[in-house]
């Protein structure tokens, strides 16, 4: 009899389109589903505390989908490789397959086992389960890397056409005996005293979630996303930034399914292209975090070392805890905390607002978001940050500084957005929604708020941290230019 094949789930929790469990199957044997939860193995980027919990139901509807084909998911914790060894000498397991990661722990990790396990005689392969394009297929002209994301993603749309999906297994068959398992609720992934993820959603996961949100999104919202994806309030963006980390959906999937709606003509043409080209972007971060790996902790542009940053906690504390006296800021920080979501348009003027208004290190924000985003992504999160503050590949320039009343104004008009998560403004007119500092004393009577009391003063004067951030940055300059001999 064939012996079994361990397929390690990793960021691909799903059973479609999963080339590991299809090549595990397609060996014939039996097969052996494990996910090791190595906490201390990724170091500074272990899993934060909502990724913890949105792991935790991950998980669990992974097991319920393996329970229906007669399967189990082998849970245990602690180092990959002691796990991985013994899972091997308790099954006589002769092969390991799994999904790449990229993130330079993992990296370096599977490269150490690989090279580890080969050497004992196993059949050891790694799949692509994650992207579109793996990070080395795509290159310049000269053979480099890209570092800007408008030819980056005009290459991968003239490179070949992704694969087409893998169906699910129709069997995978089961091992005689099973190796010994945790159980979830051993792991204590989930809040209790406090339990602060008592408004996180724990429907809007899984893999039958995540079709069903696809479906849904191209039959009803995609037509309006190129126009309406910038408005926090009208919730027409797809919400699959967690089920795409936790790979309980494939990039491959939703390029086909994406494509396939244009075809038929059911989803216009253009604002599902753009759609995709946002897919482009989660594709440009995993192409910027595997070339230049120390993407989440240095500035990709070595020349904003030299930047001023302040340093003051409580100016943190009260960014972090969503007190800052501009309306938007603070209903975005809200949102985090309450539900571990966090509209885009909102990231990006929370993160202009910390790294310009308050002149704190984009670190901390990237930190502050790792901890409590339900779709913290190493990739996703570090290129994203180091682009508000300028500091990265391709980055808005530094110069750009978010307005962020004006933001609101344009972006959240009638006040939806901030009235559902500061909602002790939510009886200021429109007019004064995003700038309480500028209604009238009947104004903010009649809406029951007392500046300072209720709701803060702005923490900073819009102007003055603009001119403050300009100042900084113009140093920045003169001081890298005097680092820069002239050609
Ligand atoms: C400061 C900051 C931090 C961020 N941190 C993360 C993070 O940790 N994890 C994360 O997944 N996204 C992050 N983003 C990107 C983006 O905000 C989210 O992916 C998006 O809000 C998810 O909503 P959606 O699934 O409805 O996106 P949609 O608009 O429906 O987009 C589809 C998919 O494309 C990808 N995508 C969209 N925008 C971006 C982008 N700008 N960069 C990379 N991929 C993108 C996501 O996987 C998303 O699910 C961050 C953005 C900013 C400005």
């Known amino acids: 009899m064939t012996a079994p094949c361990i397929v390690w789930f990793r960021h691909d929790l799903r059973l479609a389109d999963h080339a590991a469990l299809t090549a595990a199957v397609d060996r014939g044997g039996p097969v052996i589903c494990l996910y090791i939860l190595d906490q201390d193995g990724a170091g500074t980027w272990a899993r934060g505390g909502a990724s913890l919990w949105r792991l935790h139901h991950s998980l669990l509807s992974l097991q319920t989908r393996l329970l ?31 999904g790449r990661d990229y993130e330079p722990y993992a990296i370096s990790r599977d490269t150490d086992l690989k090279a580890h396990f080969k050497d004992q005689g196993l059949d050891v392969q790694s799949f692509c389960t994650r992207l579109l394009f793996e990070p080395w297929t795509i ?8 570092k800007v994301y408008s030819p980056f993603w005009r290459a991968c749309l003239a ?41 996180f959603d724990p429907e809007t996961t899984g893999e039958d979630w995540a079709q069903s949100r696809l479906r849904t999104f191209l039959d009803t919202r995609v037509s309006d996303y190129k126009d309406k994806r910038d408005l926090p309030a009208a919730e027409v963006t797809s919400g699959l930034s967690a089920a795409l980390h936790f790979g309980e959906i494939s990039p491959r999937q939703i390029w086909h399914k994406t494509q396939a ?58 960014w972090q805890l969503g007190q800052t006296g501009y309306p938007l800021v603070d209903a975005g920080m809200r949102q985090l905390w309450q539900t571990g979501e966090m509209h885009n348009r909102v990231r990006m003027v929370v993160a202009s607002f910390l790294t310009k ?58 006040g939806q957005y901030v009235r559902q998560w500061v909602p002790e403004l939510s009886g200021l007119p429109n007019t004064k929604i995003h700038r309480p500092w500028e209604a009238s004393a009947s104004e903010l009577g009649n809406a029951g708020i007392t500046l300072g009391s209720t709701y803060p003063h702005p923490m900073v004067d819009h102007m003055t941290a603009r001119d403050r951030a300009l100042e900084a940055y113009e140093i920045l300059k003169s001081k890298r230019e005097k680092k820069e001999p002239a050609d």
């Open 68 to 98: 229906d084909k007669g399967q189990r998911l082998i849970l245990r914790k602690g180092s990959a490789e002691a796990i991985l060894s013994e899972i091997i000498s308790e099954t006589g397991a002769e092969a390991l397959y799994w």
């Open 139 to 146: 290159a310049t002209q000269a053979g480099d890397p890209y």
């Open 159 to 199: 490179s070949d056409e992704p694969a087409a999906p893998l169906p699910t297994p129709h069997t995978i068959p089961a091992p005689e005996c099973w190796p010994q398992s945790d159980t979830l609720t051993d792991w204590h992934l989930l809040p209790t005293r406090p339990n602060w993820a008592q408004d």
């Open 261 to 318: 709606a244009i075809d038929k003509g059911e989803a216009p043409a253009k604002p599902a292209q753009k759609f995709l080209s946002e897919l482009g972007w989660r594709e440009f971060s995993y192409h910027l975090l595997y070339h230049f790996p120390t993407l989440p902790s240095e500035n990709f542009r070595y020349d904003f070392n030299l930047f001023p940053w302040r340093d003051s906690t409580e100016d943190l504390k009260r």
């Open 357 to 414: 208004h308050l002149m704190l290190h984009w670190r901390h924000g990237e930190d502050w978001f790792w901890d409590t985003l339900v779709d913290a992504d190493l990739a996703n999160n570090a290129a994203s940050w180091q682009w508000v503050a300028g500091s990265g590949a391709d980055a808005a320039p530094y110069f750009r500084i978010f307005n962020p009343f004006t933001q609101g104004e344009k972006f959240d008009a009638q």
